[in-house]
């Protein structure tokens, strides 16, 4: 598959990481172009509005981060809907709230950047045969919300978004967080969540595997009651944790 690739992605260990699972999926990369914000993605894409320069590349597969420095990747995401390119989005958020406006912003693929390095590679290679990239969480949270056995199921993304976030308020006024439990290990990452650090960089940050900070970070998100790394940061704040 001969394909030029772009990758959206602010974070320089995570496009070198991104760029090294692109390289290992495929055989014939004829080149990786690189983008850290929207405005520089815009004009390499020279999509309208951006400042066009002479002679802008055509990428067949674009990576997309949905949190830049200027703005949201699903702006991105929108802008391409008639791009003829591969979508992906490349994230840290695995929750419904990301997912769902992803999908219908129209990206054609879901992966976690927390996953295995051959697993990123393995999903990416599913592209050559017309099959969807998706990491094995977002696969099964997507296959929950079609068994729900009654016929016509209303997923969490099809709620107004104002009463999804009168929900998730009642739920967490309800049941308090149950903050005091937090290990000092928790309280650690969650403090290098809070500060935007990627879960490789808190491994290496804190001299322990990446696997064992992803265990860390489903016991913060389950004893805080959220479901994602910016929910987590804010209640920690509002709780004076960090």
Known sequence: MAVKVLIVEDNPVARSFLTR?????F???TGIGEAGDLVTARRMLGLPGASHHNGYEVYKLIMVDLELPDGNGL??????????????????????EHLFPALQCGADGYLLKEDRFEVLVEELQKIVRGQPPLSPAIARRLLSHFRLGDGSPRLEHEIAPGDFQMQRHASNSLAAPDHE????????????LSKGFTIKEIAGLMGI?????????KSIYKKLNVSSRAEAAVLASKQGLV
């Open 75 to 96: 702006e991105l995401l929108s802008a391409l809907s008639a791009y003829p390119a591969t979508k992906i989005v490349t994230t840290l958020y695995s929750d419904d």
């Open 27 to 29: 055989s014939d990369v």
């Open 209 to 217: 595997k990446w696997f064992t900070v992803n265990d860390h970070i």
């Open 21 to 25: 699972v692109v390289r290992e999926s």
């Open 181 to 192: 439990r937090l290990t000092p290990r928790e309280n650690e990452v969650l403090t290098y």
